[in-house]
């Protein structure tokens, strides 16, 4: 039996960003960053301050 293609959704309430993935009948919750965050450097390990 193959494995169900899991991807990572993301939505925008107010100002934070939730990040979540489904998965047959189920929703779930990965990551919720409010926008003040350095969320790139959160989710992807890429600094946007200058070294």
């Not at 309430?13 to 409010?34: A, E, G, M, T, W």
């Not at 350095?38 to 946007?48: A, G, H, K």
Request: proline residues 2%; aromatic residues 16%; charged residues 35%.
């Amino acid at each position: 039996m193959s494995q169900p293609k899991i991807e990572y959704r993301y939505l925008v309430s107010k100002r934070n960003y939730v990040f979540y993935r489904l998965k047959f009948d189920k929703i779930r919750i990965i990551r919720v960053l409010n926008e003040t965050q350095d969320y790139m450097e959160q989710l992807f390990e890429i600094s946007s301050e200058e070294e």
